[in-house]
C-alpha cells in the first residue's frame, strides 16, 4: 500500500506557499504551469462549507478539470443594453432573485447569460438544469418510449434552479401538449419561488399568444422576480432587428 506521504508528494506541490485560497473558498495552487484554474491540476477540491453541512472537510473531485465553459460572466461583453440582465443574472447566482425573465432579439446575449449562471452554480457544485425549451420537450416525448416522461417533468419542476431558454421559439403558437408541458413546469416553480431564469424573444402579448395569459401572468408577475429586456444589438452581426 502507498505510504501517506508518497500520496501527497502526488497532490501536494513541493512548495506550500504557492496554496491559496481561492474566491470560491477551496485551497489551490499557484503554480504557472497549472491547466486547471480551479484547484491546480491538484484534481480535488476542499469546499469552504460550515461546520454541520454534507460537504464540509470532504475532498471533492474538482468538476473544473472536467468542464470547459465557453460561455461564463468573465467573457460576457458588456455592452449597452445588457448591463441590467448581467447584474439581474449575477444576483440570481447569488440568492438574491429566485425569478428572471430575460427578453430581447437574438443576439443579444440572453442564452450566454443563461450559460454563465450555469457555469457559476455548477462550478459551486449546485444542482443545475439548463435546456432550451423545444429540447426539452422533444425530450419529454422521448420520454413515452421508455416511460421515463413524467419523471423528466417532474425533474424539471424540482431541480435546485431551472435554466429555459428560448421559450417560444419554432413556432408562432405552440401546440396543446407543449403549452400544458411548459404551464405545468413554469407553474409549480412559480409556486413554490425556485431559482428559475427564462430567455425569450417574445414579449408579454407575445407570450399570450403562442402560449397563453395564464404563462404570461406568471412570467410577467413584478412581485415575484425581474423581467429584463435586453435592447442590445445581435453580437453576432453587430445589426439592430
Known amino acids: 500500500m502507498e505510504q501517506l506521504k508518497d500520496f501527497l508528494r502526488h497532490v501536494v ?17 499557484e503554480s504557472p504551469v497549472a491547466t486547471c484554474s480551479a484547484c491546480s491540476d491538484l484534481r480535488f477540491i476542499v469546499l469552504d462549507k460550515p461546520l454541520g453541512d454534507p460537504l464540509y472537510g470532504k475532498a471533492l473531485p474538482c468538476r473544473a478539470c472536467n468542464m470547459s465553459f465557453r460561455q461564463t460572466f468573465a467573457n460576457f ?5 445588457t448591463e441590467k ?5 449575477k444576483r440570481l447566482v447569488s440568492g438574491e ?13 440572453k442564452s450566454h447569460l443563461l450559460h454563465a449562471i450555469e457555469a457559476e452554480i455548477r462550478y459551486d457544485y ?7 425549451v423545444p429540447d426539452l420537450m ?10 421515463t416522461s413524467e419523471a423528466r417533468v417532474l425533474n424539471a419542476m424540482s431541480v435546485e ?14 401546440t396543446p ?65
Open 97 to 109: 432573485l429566485t425569478w428572471l425573465l430575460l427578453m430581447g432579439p437574438p443576439g443579444a446575449g
Open 85 to 89: 440582465a448581467l447584474k439581474a443574472s
Open 126 to 132: 449546485g444542482q443545475v438544469l439548463y435546456k432550451g
Open 161 to 174: 434552479t431551472l435554466l429555459l431558454d428560448d421559450l417560444g421559439a419554432g413556432r408562432d403558437v405552440a
Open 13 to 29: 506541490p513541493e512548495n506550500p506557499s504557492s496554496l491559496k485560497p481561492s474566491e470560491c473558498g477551496e485551497w489551490v495552487n
Open 138 to 147: 422533444e425530450e419529454i416525448k422521448a420520454g413515452f418510449d421508455d416511460h
Open 177 to 241: 401538449w407543449v403549452k400544458e408541458q411548459v404551464y405545468r413546469i413554469v407553474n409549480r416553480r412559480y409556486e413554490r419561488q425556485l431559482p428559475t431564469a427564462i430567455t425569450t424573444n417574445l414579449d408579454f402579448d407575445g407570450i399570450v399568444r403562442a402560449h397563453d395569459g395564464r404563462l404570461a401572468s406568471r412570467l410577467f408577475d413584478r412581485h415575484v422576480g425581474e423581467q429584463v429586456e435586453m435592447t442590445a444589438k445581435d453580437y453576432r452581426t453587430g445589426k439592430e432587428w
Open 77 to 81: 461583453e458588456d455592452i449597452p443594453g
